[in-house]
């Protein structure tokens, strides 16, 4: 069977070329767009390069900047240091005080004993370590702590421990000599002549009577309105002395002692 060409198909096949004429065409152009020319490739690699060694030289300048600064802002710290230290003198603490101690003598005193304590009358006299001061003292089984005149107490910190510093009264005269000690605690002192109780300050001091030489706590308190300058209480006695209520002065300081005081 033979195939006829018919006039009226030709018109379709050519609407039908005509179509793919034009989708080719739009894929070429469609192409142009996105490819770039080799020239071009080459200008665009040689600008990212261009920028690049660009970033790396400002960083480079920033680093070198902030190390000038770091190095401007030490120099200046440290001006300032040296600056503050030339002008402000380190505080100085004083010296500690030695502690006394009372001196060891040939001619050591005189003290009676029963079952090993020490006999003493209402009234003994005292050395003080340190100033190398014989004062009256007053026994009395009656007051808990002992008690020292002091004049002129001011309290103070040394070391970041609390000390006081405080002025005894020599013997028979009107000086004065200076005393530092460290505060071992403060007591609340109620006398049956005021109203109010008063604080006072306590430290450990040494001190003989007789042959007997010990170390124990003081309240520092003005008592030059009474008859005697040193109070003997329990914390003194207990365990070591005994009161013989008939006596006064049962003891006797070594000679030596009694020339740093008073003769009587």
């Known amino acids: ?4 060409r018919s006039r009226a198909g030709f018109p379709f096949l050519s609407v ?14 469609s192409d142009r767009y996105f490819m770039v020319p080799k020239e071009d ?22 680093s070198v900047r902030h190390e000038q600064l770091l190095q401007r802002e030490k120099l200046s710290t ?31 005193g005189r003290a009676d004993r029963l079952k090993g304590k020490v006999i003493v009358g209402e009234v ?16 009395d089984s009656g007051a808990e702590t002992s008690s020292l005149d002091a004049r002129n107490i001011t309290r103070f910190e040394r070391d970041g421990s609390n000390w006081v510093r405080f002025d005894v009264p020599v013997p028979g005269t009107d000086e004065l000599v200076t005393m530092e000690k460290e505060i071992s605690r403060r007591v ?17 001091l040494q001190f003989a009577i007789g042959d007997h030489k010990q170390v124990a706590e003081f309240t520092l308190a003005d008592r030059s309105n009474l008859t005697y300058e040193v109070l003997i209480g329990r914390n003194v006695l207990r365990d070591v002395m005994l009161i013989d209520v008939g006596k006064e002065f049962a003891t006797e300081l070594p000679k030596s002692l009694k020339r740093n005081g008073d003769d009587a």
């Open 16 to 29: 039908i070329a005509a179509a793919g004429l034009s989708v080719v065409l739009a894929g070429c152009s």
């Open 124 to 139: 003994e006299k005292f050395y003080l370590a340190g100033p190398g001061l014989v004062y009256t003292a007053r026994i």
């Open 1 to 4: 069977m033979g195939y006829k």
């Open 78 to 108: 440290q001006t300032i240091l040296e600056a503050i230290e030339t002008r402000v003198e380190k505080p100085v603490c004083p010296p500690t005080p030695a502690q006394p101690v009372c001196p060891t003598l040939e001619d050591t």
């Open 41 to 62: 490739l080459t200008e665009l690699n040689s600008s990212v390069q261009s920028q690049r060694a660009t970033l790396v030289t400002m960083e480079g300048n920033a």
């Open 188 to 204: 609340r002192i109620i006398q049956a002549s005021a109203e109010d109780s008063e604080r006072r300050v306590v430290v450990e």
